[in-house]
């Protein structure tokens, strides 16, 4: 086995000069290159087994160009490049107890060519390793080791030699350590954190008796914290020492100069300058600069300290998902110049800020801009506000202190506020004050450049007025019946703008408006009236939101939401300029400045009648949706539509096709088949049910590289011109997407090309409290918070234009009268409001924060991109060329999808690339209320693809009863050159909600809240749906049905055999030579014992609970894992044998061995093995009377009483009687199933802890998709990528008739030989026959090596890994594949899976005589 990718918690953060970044995730070592933008360059495995948990670079000039090429952000590059010669950095790398020497070679003439290189063997230490410095003297091969019992070791790296090792005299055991050092041994200064929650500081190489054998005393003790202390550091020109600790707290001592010449020891009574309290949980690490103290914690956060404030929080870093922030680097910086702060989480991900010295004490908010101080603009008018609104904030060019607003008061005013100026812009009539609605919108000039802002104003008599701000004295007046306008919406058009005012009794107005320029340079204004919308009949009937759809081949579409929150369908003609009746315009010199007389609104009356009393009715209604709040917003973006409403949820919808047939009391109205079809719901945090709008995160639009580039020359220093991209309008085209012929089939455009039909990352608008908040869903954090006293009240956000979220913003709100700002409209944004992205930038993306409970294959995609221009992982990776270029070299590319569930209530859809090592997060989906325990995913392959589209029916299921599922649609990206998910909400399901809609629940027990689903199957498969089997906590074992048509789960039926938690279940599918189906249903709970249920007849939906029909007493305590598959027997011997292996708490693997005997087949053979173990449930002289039904006895049973240290947590099957298993021991085994006896073939510690979940698969590979393929973690060796079917992840096994079909194309073995076999999944299988019995894995070894029926044979090389013979030129080995997920993932490939035992010993003897050094003082 060997690692292709690789997500752990980032232990390990340094900065290099500024020029790098290195990081260290479990063993690997990867080096991030930050200019001219920061992107991942090579990695290594260093450590082994070990975690990384520091990186010590050699302080020497090894690149003294390096600075001003990186300095002037590429500008230098060029003359730098041809002069340089190539230069490199010897690094320590250390953690657990391991040292080792690497070097990072950079070669600026290959345009910054980066390459690691391993010097001398692992150095492996007695003690666990908590520091590690150079000696900067004349022997530059000597480290300062400080290990965890509180000792110091002079350590050669050369020799691997201890040369010298002191002990402190209080010998207690230490949580961090810090060492200076100087020239010599005998000027260090070693501060250790110990568990008395103590700071020691003592000298390893001075003090009291210089002997050998002697310890040194403490020179000084600073006491205070009460907790362990996790991290210490020094700064040494201002003499402070900083101490985080598990009491939450952050210290700063006073404590002199440390180290240096002689080992000064500083003040002999240090002080404590500093008590820093702001996290919320354990704080792991702290930083110290001139100005500032850094501290990241397990609360997530990292936080930036004023020192000279008083000690006051100025910015919060944010980014990681839960579980923490293990890891901080903070880079050196003089004076104001800026500085990187990077951050490594639990989550794996990679985060990096850009922090401003001169701006680090001046700043005093919160980096999510908590906005406590606001600004009153001291509104002049008559009256109070009661509307505001923006002006000209469409222009994305324009910042904020350009922006401006319009107020409408209650005397019915109008105001415009710019330049720090209020001026009265328009003055109603009497019937517009006490009552008035204002909506504003910048519209461009028709046939020019120029653009202008348009007004409009309602009232109660149903008069609108509309008029340019600029302008006011060229408006004129709208007619909207005879009753209070509601809203008024604008909507832009192409070359005009769309005004939608709704009326009393359901009627929605509507007009198009355009501005044109006339020969006298003046605006003209012209208007045509159009069908009025008709809503549905409810109490509150009027529109809040609308947007219009592009015009397909069935006319002009617009998607509404109303105030009773349902979502509305309306459809226009045919083509896009709407053309209405006569379309006569109105008078032009009316138009143009006519004063507003009683007649004006005859004249549109008039114009109205013209158009006729046409009035459209919606196509189709989703009523109530967002509940009686109403809809807040509804948009569109990349062909999919989003709207919000009060209900504390946003809906991703879309319009269907759907066949005229298949319409159900539709009306005549809606002869094309067009229908809303809500497509998931995404619920905000919790208390936050107002919400108003989505945007779009930036990170989400793609850009285009040479616009990346263009940006970062101009403003190279700047912060988010890293994220510079190609804003895009909200109103893309829509995809009316058409249902396939297929019953129920949700996968109607999946074959769409680009992006059309994506969903996009979005944050939400709205309100949580007293506080507007913009909130991101995925990370759950906030990114924008003011206190503005909270919702029922008129607001705009700067900036909206395109409907995205920069990064940053300002809010402007009536607040008590007041038109107030969270920031000055004079003042650019501060920091805390433009720092480019709370979350800084994602140099690599984390997956979950707390521990990965399940994981589930979904399939592969295929797809062309560009060659990378490294080998290397992350987000940072950028490819060569854009997709006009016609030199990019093109590749074809293999992704993995998986879905993994966490205890972060959270399900991630991965996309995992094994040749380069590169995880992309697709979707994040965040609908449960606790922990995901367990998934599952239904696929069916579709012939004729080209495997760029996957379509899988996932089913997600966890704590309290809760299960989830959904259709995910899988494609290619040709944009964004990688695989994009799109994720269709088919049903959810929860126990406690079943309970409340029973007629009579009082007479009942209402279920236990706590009652949590331990693991699903799929037993079924139907055109829409499938049947599923899930064990519960509460000792229940429930059969379900899910249709996708209906979107419901069903529950068909329930029993409480097992009496006690049911751990894990499995299915098997059996087939007679008469092609009659049978389905076999595993269950297992914590007494140990395997229940087996025959579920043949599960699909008539029987209410009656069948009855077990054999029992196996497998384990002595809770069984965590089933595997199952089946072999079919001779026609002389009739039946099949189906093969049980299940791990245990206790430890052990046990086989089991089932006899099963068709109906038809008549006489049972007899019995071999342990059959007094098996239960049945029913007498034998009853137990086969059934003629139509299974016999089933114990056949045999086999068990590896210690198969791992500890509980096994995870069995799948790889192959034939190959299986694969894992323990929270971190070790990966690999056993052979043969008929009598189970073989372990080999083991390999993983670096994922607290494995729990285990995801396996195999696949083949051709010759043409072999060539210079190069793992990211070991760079010599070469690599298997797999390219196979896309059945899944089922707990479905392969029948024995399969395994034989593919049996008979390989050679028959000799006369009492064991024959080898090749089944479905293509490994090589030594078989034995009943009356050989076992055989040792050496044996089997020895044969497939030498025998002549072998088709492969090995070899073994360190520097080249394992290669093995191909059976053809055309297809290469057959690869397993092995994903093992718990706190982070790891896959794992396995090469030849018969000849592994070898390479592992064979490997493992080399690496520990040639790349292991025990180091002994």
């Known amino acids: 086995m060997e690692t292709a990718a690789l997500v752990a918690p980032v232990t390990a953060l340094e900065f ?278 850094f501290s990241a914690g397990e609360d997530g956060t990292c936080l930036v300290w004023d020192w000279a404030g008083g000690g006051k929080v100025i910015r919060t870093l944010k980014g990681h998902r839960a579980g923490g922030v293990r890891a901080l680097a903070v880079s050196e910086g003089t004076g104001d110049e800026e500085r990187w702060v990077a951050t490594g989480g639990a989550d794996g991900g990679v985060r990096l800020w850009r922090v401003k010295g001169s701006e680090e004490g001046e700043e005093k908010k919160m980096e999510d801009a908590v906005t406590e101080k606001l600004t009153d603009l001291k509104f002049p008018g008559h009256g109070l506000p009661k509307a505001v609104c923006m002006a000209g904030e469409e222009d994305k060019n324009a910042s904020w202190s350009q922006s401006k607003f319009v107020v409408c008061t209650d005397q019915g005013a109008v105001y415009q506020y710019s330049d ?22 910048t519209v461009r000039v028709k046939d020019s450049t120029a653009k202008v802002n348009l007004c409009a104003v309602g009232n109660l008599s149903g008069s609108i007025q509309v008029f340019p701000v600029s302008h006011p004295q060229r408006g004129f007046v709208l007619t909207g019946g005879s009753g209070k306008i509601h809203s008024l919406i604008w909507q832009e058009a192409k070359d005009g703008i ?13 007009w198009f408006i355009e501005v044109e320029s006339d020969e006298n340079s003046s605006l003209a204004l012209s208007v045509n009236p159009l069908p009025s919308f008709l809503l549905p009949p409810c109490a509150k009937r009027w529109l809040t939101a609308a947007v219009r759809l592009h015009s397909t081949t069935r006319g002009l579409l617009w998607a509404c939401g109303d105030r009773r929150g349902s979502l509305l369908l309306f459809q226009e003609g045919g083509t896009q300029e709407p053309t209405m009746g006569d379309d006569k315009r109105m008078d032009e010199g009316w138009l143009t400045g006519r004063k507003q007389t009683g007649d004006e609104g005859g004249v549109e009356e008039r114009d109205r009648k013209e158009v006729g009393d046409l009035v459209l009715h919606p196509l189709s209604c989703l009523f109530g949706v967002h509940g009686k709040q109403g809809v807040t917003s509804v948009c569109e973006y990349q062909g999919l539509l989003y709207s919000t409403g009060r209900d504390g949820c946003v809906r991703v919808f879309r319009v269907h096709l759907v066949a005229p047939e298949k319409l159900e009391g539709k009306g005549a109205e809606n002869k094309g088949g067009l229908q809303l079809e809500v497509l998931r719901v995404q619920r905000a945090c919790k208390g936050m049910e107002w919400l108003e709008r989505v945007l779009i995160l930036k990170s989400d639009i793609p850009a285009e590289e040479e616009e990346e580039e263009e940006e970062e020359e101009k403003e190279g220093e700047e912060c988010e011109n890293h994220y510079t991209t190609k804003t895009q309008n909200v109103t893309g085209k829509l995809e009316v997407t058409e249902e396939r012929e297929e019953k129920g089939s949700f996968r109607g455009g999946e074959e769409k090309t680009e992006n059309k039909g994506r969903e996009a990352r979005f944050a939400i608008i709205g309100f949580h409290a007293v506080h507007f908040v913009v909130w991101d869903p995925v990370r759950q954090e906030r990114l924008l918070a003011v206190p503005c006293g909270g919702g029922h009240r008129s607001w705009r956000l700067w900036p909206s234009h395109g409907g995205v979220w920069p990064g940053y913003g300002a809010l402007v709100f009536i607040k008590q009268g007041a038109v107030m700002t969270s920031q000055p409209p004079g003042e650019a944004l501060s920091w805390a409001g433009k ?119 996932l089913v997600s299921a966890g704590g309290r009863a809760q299960m989830q599922c959904y259709r995910l649609l899988v494609g290619w990206d040709r944009q964004r050159l990688v695989p994009s998910c799109q994720v269709i909400q088919v049903a959810s399901h929860r126990l406690d909600e079943q309970w409340e809609r029973r007629r009579n629940r009082h007479k009942t027990v209402k279920m236990d809240p706590e009652t949590r689903y331990m693991a699903v199957v799929a037993l079924d498969e139907k055109t829409d749906g499938c049947l599923l089997a899930l064990a519960g906590s509460d000792g ?42 049978y389905k076999l249903l595993f269950s297992a709970a914590t007494d140990g014992k395997i229940a087996v249920w025959d579920l043949t007849d599960a699909s008539s939906h029987s209410p009656t609970p069948p009855i077990p029909c054999l029992d196996i007493h497998a384990h002595q305590s809770g069984v965590n894992s089933l595997a199952v598959w089946a072999e079919e027997l001779g026609h002389q011997e009739g039946g099949c044998l189906v093969t049980v292996a299940s791990g245990g708490d206790d430890g052990q693997l046990t086989v089991s061995v089932i006899r099963v005997q068709y109906p038809e087949d008549g006489k049972i053979g007899g019995s071999r093995g342990i059959s007094l173990i098996s239960e049945p449930r029913i007498s034998p002289q009853t137990q086969f009377q059934s003629s139509n039904q299974l016999h089933l006895h114990l056949h045999s049973q086999s068990r590896i009483p210690l198969a791992h240290a500890a509980p096994l947590t995870a069995l799948k099957l790889l192959s034939p009687d190959l299986v694969v298993s894992t323990s929270s021991d971190q070790r990966v085994c690999l056993w052979r199933v043969g008929s009598t006896d189970i073989r372990h073939i080999g083991a390999l510690c993983c670096h994922v802890a607290d494995a729990a979940g285990l995801a396996v698969w195999e696949g083949k590979m051709t010759e043409e998709e072999d060539k210079n393929k190069k793992t990211r973690f070991e760079p010599e060796q070469e690599i298997e990528i797999w390219r196979g079917s896309q059945t899944g992840l089922k707990a479905t096994c392969q029948t024995a008739a399969q395994f034989n079909k593919d049996k008979k194309t390989h050679n028959e073995a000799e006369d009492g030989e064991p024959v080898e076999a090749v089944g479905e999944t293509g490994d090589p299988v030594c078989q034995t026959s009943n009356e050989k019995g076992g055989e040792t894995a050496g044996e089997c070894r020895h044969q497939t090596e030498g025998d002549s029926v072998a088709e492969t044979e090995g070899e073994v090389n360190t520097g080249t890994g394992f290669k093995a013979s191909r059976e053809s030129q055309e297809e290469r080995e057959k690869t397993g594949w092995v994903l093992v997920c718990g706190q982070g993932f790891q896959l794992l490939r396995v090469r030849n899976t018969e000849t592994d035992a070898e390479m592992w010993t064979t490997r493992g003897e080399r690496e520990t005589a040639t790349h292991r050094v025990k180091v002994t003082s």
Request: proline share 3%; with cysteine; hydrophobic share 40%.
């Open 835 to 953: 720092v480019g992205r709370t979350g800084g930038w994602g140099l690599r993306e984390g997956v979950h924060g707390r521990g990965i409970g399940c994981v589930c294959r979904l399939g592969t995609i295929r797809g062309i991109g560009n060659k990378m221009r490294t080998n290397s992982t992350g987000d940072w990776t950028k490819t060569e060329g854009r997709d006009d270029v016609k030199e990019v070299e093109r590749e074809e590319e293999h992704w993995e999808i998986v879905a993994t569930g966490g205890e972060d209530t959270s399900l991630t859809v991965l996309a995992v690339r094994p040749d380069s090592g590169r995880i992309k997060v697709l979707s994040v989906i965040t609908d449960h209320i606790s922990s995901v325990r367990t998934v599952t995913a239904v696929t069916r392959p579709e012939a004729g693809r080209e495997k760029q589209t996957l379509s899988a029916l």
């Open 1036 to 1077: 229940a074992l429930r059969l379900f049905s899910v249709s996708e048509v209906k979107h419901q789960i069903d529950l068909l039926w329930e029993t409480f055999y097992h009496q006690r938690c049911v751990l894990s279940v499995a299915a098997c599918s059996l087939e007679d030579r008469k092609g009659n189906r």
């Open 498 to 510: 769309y005004l939608l005012a709704s009326g009393s009794e359901g009627l929605v107005y509507r």
């Open 16 to 293: 290099l000069q500024d020029a790098f970044l290195l990081t260290g995730e479990g063993p690997i070592l990867t080096v991030f290159s930050l200019h001219p933008r920061p992107k991942a360059c090579v990695s290594l495995s260093v450590l082994q087994h070990y975690r990384i948990h520091g990186v010590r670079p050699r302080g020497v000039e090894a690149v003294p160009a390096q600075r001003s090429a990186t300095g002037a952000h590429g500008k230098k590059r060029d003359e730098l490049s041809s002069t340089s010669e190539p230069k490199f950095y010897d690094l320590a790398v250390f953690g657990g107890k391991a040292v080792r020497l690497v070097r990072l070679h950079v070669d600026l003439r290959a345009g910054e060519h980066l390459r690691l290189e391993s010097l001398g063997p692992l150095m492996e230490l007695q003690d666990w390793a908590l520091d590690v410095r150079w000696l900067s003297g004349d022997n530059r091969s000597l480290l300062c080791v400080a290990v965890s019992h509180n000792s110091a070791l002079l350590l050669d790296i050369v020799t691997g030699n201890v040369l010298f090792q002191r002990s402190c005299l209080e010998g207690c055991l230490l949580y961090s350590a810090l060492l200076l050092v100087h020239e010599s041994w005998a000027d260090t200064i070693l501060v250790g954190g110990t568990v008395f929650n103590q700071l020691v500081l003592w000298k390893p190489g001075g003090g009291g008796d210089k002997t050998v054998d002697s310890k040194a005393p403490v020179e000084r003790r600073l006491l205070g914290h009460s907790g362990v202390i996790f991290s210490i550091c020094y700064l040494q020109e201002k003499g402070w020492l900083a101490s985080a600790s598990d009491d939450r707290s952050v210290r700063v001592w006073g404590v002199g100069a440390l180290g240096g010449p002689e080992g000064k020891c500083g003040d002999l009574n240090p002080d404590c300058l500093r008590v820093l309290y702001g996290h919320q949980a354990r704080v792991f690490s702290v930083r110290l600069s001139a100005a500032n103290v």
């Open 420 to 441: 720090g100026q209020w001026e009265m812009v328009w003055q109603g009539t009497p019937e517009f004050q006490s009552y008035c609605v204002m909506e504003t919108v």
